[in-house]
């Protein structure tokens, strides 16, 4: 690929980019002067995962808010649920966790979450970027400079508040056995707390929480191989991988056998809907499973564009029961405002605990879709023909434009759409059938590829 | 009326062979914190560079700026936290650091920050260096490292006790402790808080220490001169002191109050400094062209050799290192010893001073005494740097009958009196500076100065 892809990213999902190009601290000092600036002088909690790059945000991030005259509660190394539940618990104005999150480790980014704890919105973001682009930031006098705080209060409220969530004393009588990969990030000891106070003997994986990555972060099969192989060689009663910045889980069964980052939506929305009204909100790419569920017990399934900060919009505005995409991310509504896979394990122990039924039982309920995905690295300038030429395929069939093309077919659904955090389109798509899946599968990538690169070729 | 408009704001940021020095709140933006720490990792390679503050409430915010921007080109921050700008300057060559920044503006109000910049040897960068790092600041291209190679922050709260052993071992610490002095010091709230009573007990002396809280504002304007010595002044009458110490924000400089608590003047401190160390080991001395003459009377006393530089620390060690001498400084306080520290040091001017009471078993006022007085005025008239080539002409051209000197603007000079005029180095004024057997006369000399340089109006 002889294509300049500027490796940066600027959006609902915040500022991502790869450390040392895009992602200097220039950079982070702008956009956290421009947040700081947006907060209009309240408090702001910040937390980092575990990457070495995130040190160095870190820093830029506290200077930045510093010069704004911002107050600022730093919780060092900590997740991004914990961010937003320090940020609700304390009326703060807003926070920022500073997390690559599902990316490699040259990636970085920095997650600007609202005073509801949620990330911000399209509109919020908006506000925040015209605030970066007119570089108008409040630069402080000296007597009125924020000051920093550290706690260790907020993590133990935050553990205090998941656990508050789930029937513990539930899952506490059943001794729980988890083997539990860490991804050395930041839930690593909040982690550790969470389960022992739930009665849980976990077996930690990659447990270091020094940013050093065993495999990529993103909690997906491919991803999970070590944790599969460790739950063939010990006894446990399931495996969980959770993000470096602990909003996704991933799911790995008694027997080694790793889920797809799809079945923990569903598997959560089956046990958190016949306890809680209202519907379930998840984006344009995630696996039918979930409206599946959600037929079952009556609920609608909202979807909208991708993105964390999309999702949860949607879902606080509609009171959603459950919000979630189909990477792992899951929020169990009304006890957190962010995706939280602590919170998403819990659930699914206590789904496990109440029903007496094993991980892979809960997931052998799921309806069976076969789903196939696709990345094909493309600069902005090729997404609009690439969406146009599956429109121009399917003409017969309405698509769905919130963000990229989607089609919706009785036994199948495709969406193509451009990354929010990388300069790649994605392809997604489900069938009731495999070879359907294979078929439609092989005919898209075809068409993404001879629009990606015009007509005959490059 | 378009005029007013279009009239520029008072600059608040000053980039120069000082440093990068500006009001917090104005231009010295974590932004421009954060490049020029990268320019300087840039500059000094992707090595250990320390990185210490005085007591400014700024300090957090231009700290972690420093902090992100060394990181970002590969280099490890040591934070060697609050700090004595000289405990910064020999821990950085004790550790073989590959550079230090000092995030201090002296005295300056506390309004502004500023950086300073070591090499690896713990001197100021020299002006060539400093040109060089400002031209890949402003070249703005800076060797960023990677996420997985990004150095993480280390500690070191060593450089403080290392550089009091430092000094100590050049003192005859056996007898400053025998005379068993009574000091008042002053310590501004400043970088030396902790610091210097340590220092001081460690000599023997009964100590009284005002000012030594560094988590509290500067109590006065740091600048160790007359006017901010009341308080010592009081402290030294109330506890009976045999000699009263006041250090600026970052313990480079010190001025003296005798046992009346009256300030001997900022001048005073090096001269005393410079007889002492030249009656037990003559040899060359160097001083700024803007030092008080008293130090050529002690020169012609003691028969060394005197050489004048360019005002600015860098300046004065550099002649310093080059010609050997032991002894020298700046009229401002400012004390340089190389053999226990190549720059301005408050604790080894501290040192040498009690080290003549004790030795010569003297007060304060027997040593003042021993050296001429003169009366010295500074002053300073707001410039831009484009103005001044013009108002230094005109200054040389009304000095009729002087021999004149231009190592640093121009200095005027007549057998009982100079007159020295010059672009500051870290504010956007010309100094001002005359020095006369009387005050009134000095006065004349600074009258006579403002006359010739406003004289230009407002024409430009």
Redesign the interface.
């Known amino acids: 690929m002889d294509l300049a892809l500027r490796q940066l990213k600027i959006g609902v999902s915040g500022v991502r980019g790869?450390?040392?190009?895009a992602?200097?601290?220039?950079l982070?000092?702008?956009f956290a002067?421009a947040f700081g600036t947006y907060c209009g002088g309240g408090e702001v909690v910040i937390g980092r995962d575990t990457?070495?790059?995130s040190?160095?945000?870190h820093?830029?991030v506290?200077?930045?808010l510093?010069?704004t005259g911002t107050d600022v509660l730093d919780l060092g190394v900590c997740t991004t649920p914990a961010v937003s539940h320090a940020v609700r618990s304390r009326s703060a104005a807003g926070g920022i966790s500073i997390t690559?999150s599902h990316n490699d480790?040259?990636?970085?980014a920095l997650k600007f979450v609202g005073p509801d704890g949620a990330l911000l919105n399209a509109a919020n973001t908006e506000e925040l970027l015209d605030i970066y682009h007119a570089s108008a930031?409040t630069?402080?006098?000296?007597?009125?400079?924020?000051?920093?705080h550290v706690t260790a209060e907020a993590s133990n409220a935050y553990v205090a508040s998941i656990l508050d969530a789930v029937d513990a004393a539930t899952i506490r009588s059943k001794g729980l056995r988890i083997a539990v990969d860490f991804c050395n990030g930041a839930a690593t000891e909040l982690g550790k707390r969470f389960l022992d106070a739930l009665g849980c003997q976990v077996i930690p994986l990659n447990d270091d929480a020094d940013g050093s990555f065993a495999h990529l972060p993103a909690p997906s099969p491919a991803n999970m191989r070590q944790l599969a192989a460790l739950l063939r060689s010990v006894q446990a009663d399931l495996g969980a991988a959770i993000n470096v910045d602990g909003d996704r889980l991933g799911l790995v069964t008694h027997a080694g056998e790793a889920l797809s980052e799809e079945c923990v939506l569903p598997i959560v929305a089956r046990h958190v809907l016949a306890r809680r009204e209202g519907p379930v909100v998840t984006n344009l790419s995630t696996s039918r499973m979930v409206e599946a569920v959600a037929r079952q017990y009556g609920r609608e399934c909202i979807r909208t564009s991708v993105g964390e900060g999309h999702v949860m919009d949607r879902a606080l505005t509609e009171s959603a029961a459950l919000a979630g995409e189909g990477n792992g991310g899951v929020a169990a509504l009304p006890h957190t405002t962010t995706f939280d896979a602590l919170l998403s394990l819990a659930t699914v122990l206590e789904a496990i605990s109440v029903s007496g039924r094993s991980l892979a039982d809960l997931a052998a309920d799921l309806p069976a879709y076969h789903m196939r995905k696709a990345e094909l690295p493309c600069p902005p300038t090729s997404v609009r023909r690439i969406l146009d030429s599956f429109c121009e395929r399917f003409r017969e069939d309405r698509p769905d434009l919130t963000d990229g093309v989607r089609f919706d077919w009785p036994e199948a659904w495709l969406h193509v759409r451009a990354s929010n955090t990388e300069p790649l389109v994605r392809i997604i798509l489900e069938a009731s059938s495999a070879d359907d899946a294979d078929r439609l599968f092989d005919e898209c990538v075809t068409i993404a590829r001879r629009a990606a690169w015009g007509h005959g070729g490059r | 009326m378009a005029a007013n408009l279009l009239r520029r704001k008072q600059l608040a940021l000053k980039i120069s062979i000082s440093g990068v020095r500006g009001i917090v709140g104005d231009a010295l933006t974590p932004q421009l914190v954060t490049s020029f720490a990268a320019a300087f990792g840039a500059y000094a390679g992707a090595g250990p560079i320390l990185v210490g503050t005085d007591t400014r409430p700024s300090r957090e915010m231009v700290e972690y700026a420093v902090i992100a921007g060394l990181q970002s080109v590969g280099c490890t921050p040591v934070d060697v936290g609050i700090l004595p700008v000289p405990a910064l300057q020999l821990h950085v060559r004790r550790m073989g650091a590959f550079g230090g920044i000092c995030l201090t503006a002296s005295h300056n109000p506390i309004e502004w920050n500023a950086l300073k910049f070591f090499g690896p040897d713990g001197i100021l960068l020299r002006p060539h260096e400093a040109a060089e790092l400002t031209d890949l600041y402003h070249q703005g291209i800076y060797p960023r490292v990677g996420g997985a190679a990004v150095p993480q922050v280390r500690h070191d709260s060593s450089a403080i006790p290392r550089h009091l052993e430092a000094v100590r071992q050049a003192l005859d610490v056996e007898s400053i402790r025998r005379a068993g002095i009574r000091v008042a010091v002053d310590c501004c709230n400043g970088a030396a808080s902790r610091a210097t009573p340590t220092f001081l007990e460690g000599l023997g002396c009964k100590v009284v220490a005002i000012h030594t809280d560094p988590d509290r504002p500067f109590p006065h304007s740091p600048e160790p001169v007359p006017e901010n010595m009341t308080d010592l002044g009081m402290a030294v009458r109330e506890s009976g002191a045999d000699v009263g110490f006041v250090q600026d924000a970052d313990a480079d400089r010190l001025a003296i109050a005798d046992q009346n608590g009256i300030p001997l003047g900022e001048e005073v401190t090096v001269a005393l400094a410079v007889r002492h160390a030249t009656r037990r080991s003559p040899g060359p001395v160097v001083v700024n062209v803007s030092t008080s003459r008293m130090i050529d009377d002690v020169c012609s006393e003691t028969g060394c050799t005197l050489y004048r530089t360019k005002v600015g620390e860098i300046n004065v060690v550099e002649k310093m290192l080059e010609v050997g001498a032991r002894i020298g400084g700046e009229g401002n306080g400012g004390v340089i010893a190389p053999h226990i520290n190549p720059c301005r040091d408050s604790f080894v001017a501290m040192g040498y001073i009690l080290e003549a009471m004790a030795t010569e078993r003297a007060t304060i006022r027997d040593l003042r005494s021993a050296i001429p007085a003169y009366a010295m005025l500074k002053e300073r008239m707001p410039a831009r740097p484009r103005d001044v080539p013009v108002a230094l002409r005109r200054l040389q051209a009304a000095c009729v009958g002087a021999t004149l000197d231009f190592t640093d603007g121009v200095k005027a000079i007549w057998p009982d009196r100079w007159l020295q005029a010059r672009a500051s180095n870290t504010e956007p004024i010309i100094r001002v500076i005359a020095e006369a057997p009387t005050e009134p006369e000095a006065r004349d000399l600074v009258r006579m100065a403002r006359d010739a340089m406003e004289n230009q109006g407002e024409s430009v």
């Open positions: 790869v450390v040392g190009e992602m200097t601290p220039e982070v000092v702008d002067s990457r070495l790059s040190s160095m945000l820093a830029a506290l200077s930045a510093i010069s690559g480790v040259r990636w970085n930031f630069l402080a006098p000296w007597q009125a400079l924020g000051k920093r």
